[in-house]
């Protein structure tokens, strides 16, 4: 069965950082780009990080870019987040979820984000 | 960056109604990359549609997508009780990958 199962979210003051991590199971990790999707509280789905298959390619919403990093470890089958000098408005649930998508020399398919993990919750606040 | 609007913003509808759900994009939109979620209260959103008319295994054929370039369309004929709920339009043509603001289905 494929699974997704977030961890490390928690209350952490303004300023301060937390490390999110993903672990994936019941697919082969290294094929696939891993992403990140928050919802604050009350809120629509909001974008926040991609990671390439390969780990070399990695993508920010600007609202995160220079103090959130993604990371992937191949080895434990984890893609992480780092975050990093935390704001009051990033409050919310945090999602993984795997980019299922097929990836050929001559051509590329994407079928969505199509596992999603439980979410865990992060809250800035003093 | 490429935005998405979704309209209308709440849909009251009785069960066994159809909806209908728009998403709009503010540049052309490789429909490969389009895709609907679904998200009941308490649950993580759920794949309804890729690749703007595609459905992924075990998705009931009561959901149906369409559109391309700039205006797609997220259909649910005859509405069932479990099909309340916020449906979401996504691309992943060019980061930013940007979520549409969501249409809320709700029990008329």
């Known amino acids: 069965e494929v699974q997704l199962l977030e961890s490390g979210g928690g209350l952490v003051q303004p300023g301060g950082s937390l490390r999110l991590s993903c672990a994936a199971s019941?697919?082969?990790?290294?094929?696939?780009?891993m992403n990140w999707v928050r919802q604050a509280p009350g809120k629509g789905l909001e974008w926040v990080s991609t990671i390439s298959g390969t780990g070399d390619s990695r993508y920010y919403a600007d609202s995160v870019k220079g103090r959130f990093t993604i990371s992937r470890d191949k080895s434990k089958n984890t893609v992480s987040l780092q975050m990093n000098s935390l704001r009051t408005e990033d409050t919310a649930i945090y999602y993984c979820a795997q980019t299922n998508e097929s990836i050929s020399p001559v051509d590329y398919f994407y079928y969505g984000l199509d596992v999603w993990g439980q979410g865990t919750s992060v809250t800035v606040s003093s | 960056d490429i935005v998405l609007t979704q309209s209308p913003g709440t849909l009251s509808l009785s069960p066994g109604e159809r909806a209908t759900l728009s998403c709009r994009a503010s540049q052309s939109v490789d429909s490969k990359y389009l895709t609907w979620y679904q998200q009941k209260p308490g649950q993580a959103p759920r794949l309804l549609i890729y690749g703007a008319s595609s459905r992924p295994t075990g998705i009931p054929d009561r959901f149906s997508g369409s559109g391309s370039g700039t205006d797609f369309t997220l259909t649910i004929n005859t509405l069932e009780p479990e099909d309340f709920a916020v449906y979401y339009c996504?691309?992943?043509?060019?980061?930013?990958?940007?979520f549409g603001p969501g249409t809320k289905v709700e029990i008329k």
């Open positions: 019941g697919f082969t990790f290294n094929n696939y780009a």
């Open positions: 996504h691309h992943y043509v060019i980061a930013p990958f940007t």
